[in-house]
């Protein structure tokens, strides 16, 4: 071929291909090489492109002494990696004060679904909720979704993506409940809400709120399949599944596998590898990883792994632990609570504190997947997008 | 199109799939080189499969966007993986090493036969070969390697800098390799 012409021979499909696997950083570089990539890189033709071939990665969201942070990785992921090196794999690492210029506006997770990451002020009643892509490095603030409320309501939320439509939708959970001011335990919840708000609607409208179920304040929804999910206790005290189809917007109640009957019961819900997952920290000397292998099919339940504690971990515990990935070299990466990142080697039975060193003076930490996207939240309408 | 029978030793082999093995189609590049290829092997792309079935070959297949050298690496290709035998492993390794000693040209040479011809695994391995050499490489070593001249202005190329700063620390030296 004639070396002047080496992509401008190629059909822009095949360019959009092509340059849809490098990793973001250097798709950044590449829209800095000439005027006819630039405009090809900002296409929603290649956003699509290399959404669809994204891989997972990580997002962190830090909370240091004087300041909060999140920051984007990138997986390695080969089965004859010698050692897990994250910190070499940072996209972008982003101060909540560049974000919403504030020190500590004490943020949390609520959710990421294709790219979108969901913020929550915790502790701030009623709540402040932004959407945000750190990649395209633009966010939107939702209006307020609800009234002051206080303890003992629970709010929980979720964010995910209807299967069909594609529509992005966060979802808050109201239940106002009645405890026993001794036992604490719930007696009643006299009134419960549901309110969604679709991506490029600009408003939060009620659905029905399904079931009663107690949901822990702490818990997010677990975004897979079209649906979010979360661990909650039924009114006679039996752990269940709430499932939330962000499609038909209906609630449905899925069984969890038959766990051990504990008054302490720790359990934590989350998807690993495309597969609903049950974590179990309740006993005192081991983790029990359960997944559901056919999605839906409550029977298909499997206890897939069985992690040993080390001696410094064991003993009674009142975390609740969330794998997040297993690696093709039998790694699984997990977080305890807010408190540690560590792998776990299957192969070796060993634990492993993850390289990232600063991680040891968090104060409180947040991991959970994400997939990079250059899906600008600009493409929604009816919204105020800010950039950073 | 009935698909290849994997059986080793004979039992119910498709009697169309034998005469395909057998059977030699021509195939003949941009430059006027002429390559027999079994009619097995030639399928493997799409585009000559279709020809085939439209019967518009006539014995010769004209190929007129592509040159006799990138054909023959491509019949090389397509060989490879219609082998009888030839397990998944070893096609593996196969294209593991098709690829690797390429020079720039000759992969973008490939690429776009491979989708010309809609030869669907050569097309994903190439694509993603071109995309693994451009990994964590400099905007200037992507212009020299590419031969892209820059048509920011100054002024315009200080922007995208400030406004990409984030992306720009600890990118690959732009050492070729």
Request: charged share 25%; aromatic share 10%.
């Amino acid at each position: 071929m004639n070396q002047e012409q080496l992509f401008t021979n190629l059909p822009s499909e095949l360019i959009i291909n092509i340059l849809s696997r490098l990793p973001v950083r250097t798709i950044i570089s590449c829209k800095c090489v000439c005027k006819s990539w630039l405009n090809l890189l900002d296409t929603p033709e290649f956003a699509r492109s290399h959404l669809s071939i994204s891989v997972p990665g990580l997002i962190l969201y830090e909370s240091l002494r004087h300041v909060e942070h999140f920051e984007i990785f990138e997986f390695e992921d080969e089965p004859d990696l010698e050692r897990h090196e994250l910190h070499y794999n940072s996209i972008t690492k982003i101060s909540s004060k560049e974000f919403i210029n504030e020190d500590h506006p004490g943020l949390g997770i609520q959710g990421s679904a294709n790219g979108l990451v969901c913020f929550r002020k915790i502790g701030q009643h009623p709540e402040t909720v932004y959407i945000c892509n750190p990649i395209t490095r633009d966010y939107i603030q939702l209006p307020t979704p609800g009234t002051i409320w206080y303890y003992p309501t629970i709010v929980t939320y979720g964010f995910g993506a209807s299967k069909i439509s594609g529509q992005h939708k966060v979802v808050r959970i109201y239940h106002e409940c009645r405890r026993d001011p001794d036992t604490h335990n719930l007696l009643v919840i006299p009134k419960s809400e549901c309110r969604v708000y679709t991506l490029g609607t600009g408003s939060w409208r009620s659905i029905a709120p399904g079931p009663k179920l107690e949901y822990s304040c702490r818990s997010i929804g677990a975004f897979l399949n079209g649906n979010l999910h979360w661990l909650v206790t039924d009114l006679e005290g039996f752990a269940r599944i709430s499932c939330l189809d962000l499609e038909t917007e209906t609630f449905s109640t899925i069984s969890p596998p038959a766990l051990p009957e504990s008054r302490r019961f720790l359990g934590g819900l989350t998807v690993l590898g495309d597969c609903l997952c049950i974590c179990d920290n309740t006993s005192d000397d081991e983790i029990v990883i359960w997944v559901m292998k056919e999605y839906g099919v409550e029977k298909s339940w499997t206890k897939e792994f069985v992690i040993s504690k080390l001696p410094d971990f064991a003993g009674e515990s009142y975390e609740v632990v969330y794998p997040i990935k297993i690696f093709k070299d039998g790694d699984i990466l997990m977080a305890w609570a807010d408190f540690y990142l560590f792998y776990h080697s299957l192969k070796n039975r060993t634990t492993a504190q993850v390289d990232i060193p600063r991680l040891q003076t968090t104060y409180r930490m947040e991991a959970m997947l994400h997939t990079p996207t250059f899906l600008s939240l600009k493409s929604f309408a009816m919204e105020n997008v800010c950039s950073f | 199109m009935a698909r290849k029978n994997r059986n080793p030793v004979g039992k119910n082999v498709d009697p169309e799939a034998q005469k395909k093995k057998t059977r030699t189609l021509t195939l003949k590049s941009s430059d006027g080189q002429e390559f027999s290829i079994s009619e097995s092997a030639a399928v493997l792309s799409i585009a000559i499969e279709n020809m085939v079935e439209d019967d518009c070959a006539g014995g010769v297949i004209p190929l007129p966007l592509v040159d006799g050298g990138t054909l023959a690496r491509v019949i090389t290709y397509l060989n490879k993986h219609a082998e009888d035998g030839a397990s998944d492993e070893e096609k593996r390794k196969f294209d593991e090493e098709f690829v690797s000693g390429m020079e720039m040209g000759v992969l973008f040479d490939v690429v776009l036969a491979a989708n010309y011809l809609d030869i669907r695994g050569l097309l994903r391995e190439v694509r993603r070969r071109i995309a693994d050499r451009m990994k964590n490489k400099s905007v200037e070593w992507v212009r020299k390697t590419f031969h892209i001249e820059s048509d920011f202005t100054p002024e315009e190329e200080e922007q995208m800098k400030k406004e990409f700063a984030w992306a720009w620390e600890g990118v690959d030296s732009d050492v070729d390799d």
